[in-house]
Each structure stands twice: as structure tokens, then as C-alpha cells.
């Protein structure tokens, strides 16, 4: 230890070059880039691997609701009512006619509606067991599609 | 005798390759595969979300409550198992706890109804009156 209490140096302190031994300054970026890099690859590829989500709004309508009531005052409200059911292993809908239609003529026939007709119309479904989920979405999209306002039973 | 070999070269830097930046991309590398196979398993293997060509993005910053149906009937809560009589309970008491929060439901494209409208079954005697279906947007 010298006089002034630090320790003593075996050299003199050498004035810090800014440019290094080899021309360079500064904190090496390298490592830092690498990370950055293999983040915003990674980010990008869980993206697509996870795929964008969003979601559909649906009402859950009270069982009581299922009686369009009214009074000699009120009209009831226009609604578009579809029984899904499979059939031959096929997914048909009843609601739409006199006869039952595969969903994909339901899908068609709903995206052909008039934008005036179709507009605040409450499109309600209704679904037996083996109905796949999948299906009562597809109807529901389309429905949307038209600013229907879609009810589930 | 034989001298032990020196990591400084004869300028007095070192010779050695520098494995930090390596350590650094093999760690990060290690946590988004965590990250992306945990996600994967979440969303992509268990549950196949239908597509749909409309929707809303989020955009709330409140959490909502998500409600799982895998193709088998297992049924979740915010990504943990749950049967479907302790549902009713979990449910009011989160809603109870913070109300409006949106109560979204996940489930798989092939999942039979059966499954499902248990769910809504459950969500329409408690009141939840409008719930959020989970979809892919179809591109």
C-alpha cells in the first residue's frame, strides 16, 4: 500500500487507448446483435407457428327466450333460426326451407342474403350432440359476415 | 522440460475463442424453444381452433377468463383441468371478483357439441349472458 492508502500499481497506468489495439471503440456489439437477431426470428416464427387469433361475440340467450313472445304491440324480433344435425356424416342444417341443407348450402345461402335483410337479424343455432364445434362456428362466421347478431342455444 | 502451453499468443491477447456470444445464442435459443414448444402444446396440439374470416382483435387489457374444450371433452380454466361441476364455482367467484371480465371459449374445430354446450349450459345459469368464441383468422 502506498502513503495515500491505494494500492501501488507493478505499472504505470497507461492512458486508455479509444481506439483499442486493433482500431476499434466502444463495447463489442456482436453478442448483442446475435441475440437481437435470434429474438426477432424466433417472435416471427412463433407467430406463424401459433397463428393470429381472435375471437367471434356470441349471446347466450335464456331459455325463456326461445318462444319469440309478443304482444299486440310489439313485433317480434326477426330471427333466423337453424337447427344443425349430422346426417350420413354430414352436417345439415334445418331452418332454411322446408328441407334440411348441407351446411356448406346454408353458409352460401347466408352470404347471398340481402345486406338490409340480413342486418340486425338475430341468427340463432341450435346444435344436436355429434355436431362439431367447428361447424357451428362456420355458420356463426358467416352470419357475422352479414352483421347478424349470432345467439347460440 | 517441457513448457506448458500458453493461452497468450506472442502480442499478448488471447488465443482462445471467445464462446460467450455462443453461450449467449445457444440460452436464448433454449428459452424461445421452451417458450414456443409451451405455446405449441397450449394452442396447437390439443386444441385445433376453427377459422374464421371475421372476428375482433384483442384489444382489452383486462385478462379474460378462458374457458378450454379439447376434442375429447376435457374441459379447462385458464389452461388448468377442470370438471365441469367446479366450473360453475370458479367461474362466479372470478366474475365476482373482477365483473365484466370476458369470458372466452376455446375449443377444438372437432370437439362434439356435447361437449361444448355443457359449457354454455353452465354460462347461461350463472347469467353470463354474452361470451367470446376463440378463432385462427383465416387468411
Known amino acids: 500500500m502506498s502513503e495515500s492508502g491505494s494500492p501501488t500499481r507493478s505499472r504505470p497506468l497507461k492512458q486508455r487507448n479509444i481506439f483499442g489495439n486493433k482500431g476499434r471503440f466502444g463495447p463489442n456489439m456482436t453478442p448483442m446483435v446475435d441475440v437481437v437477431l435470434v429474438i426477432l426470428i424466433f417472435f416471427m416464427a412463433a407467430t406463424t407457428i401459433v397463428g393470429q387469433e381472435w375471437f367471434l361475440k356470441a349471446d347466450l340467450p335464456e331459455q325463456r327466450e326461445e318462444t319469440s313472445e309478443t304482444n299486440g304491440f310489439t313485433l317480434p324480433t326477426p330471427m333466423l333460426d337453424l337447427e344443425l344435425f349430422v346426417e350420413r356424416d354430414r352436417v345439415v342444417a334445418r331452418g332454411l326451407g322446408p328441407e334440411a341443407i348441407g351446411i356448406d348450402k346454408v353458409i352460401e345461402r347466408i352470404e347471398q342474403m340481402d345486406a338490409d335483410l340480413s342486418e340486425g337479424l338475430i341468427l340463432r343455432i341450435g346444435a344436436s350432440d355429434e355436431v362439431p364445434y367447428g361447424a357451428i362456428v362456420a355458420v356463426h362466421d358467416a352470419g357475422n359476415a352479414k352483421k347478424m347478431r349470432v345467439a347460440i342455444r | ?139
Open chain 2, 1 to 139: 522440460m517441457m513448457r506448458r502451453r500458453s493461452i497468450l499468443n506472442d502480442e499478448g491477447t488471447s488465443s482462445r475463442v471467445n464462446v460467450t456470444p455462443m453461450i449467449d445464442v445457444v440460452m436464448v435459443l433454449i428459452v424461445f424453444y421452451l417458450l414456443v414448444g409451451q405455446l405449441a402444446t397450449d394452442r396447437r396440439a390439443r386444441i385445433a381452433l376453427p377459422s374464421s374470416a371475421t372476428g375482433i382483435e384483442e384489444t382489452q387489457r383486462t385478462d379474460p377468463i378462458i374457458i378450454g374444450v379439447t376434442i375429447d371433452g376435457t374441459r379447462s380454466l385458464n389452461g388448468d383441468a377442470i370438471e365441469l361441476d367446479r366450473l360453475e364455482a370458479q367461474v362466479s367467484g372470478m366474475l365476482a371478483r373482477s365483473p365484466g371480465t370476458p369470458v372466452r371459449v376455446r375449443a377444438d374445430k372437432d370437439t362434439p357439441h356435447r361437449f361444448v354446450r355443457p359449457v354454455f349450459n353452465v354460462l347461461r345459469d350463472m347469467g353470463v349472458g354474452k361470451i367470446e368464441l376463440v378463432t385462427e383468422q383465416r387468411p
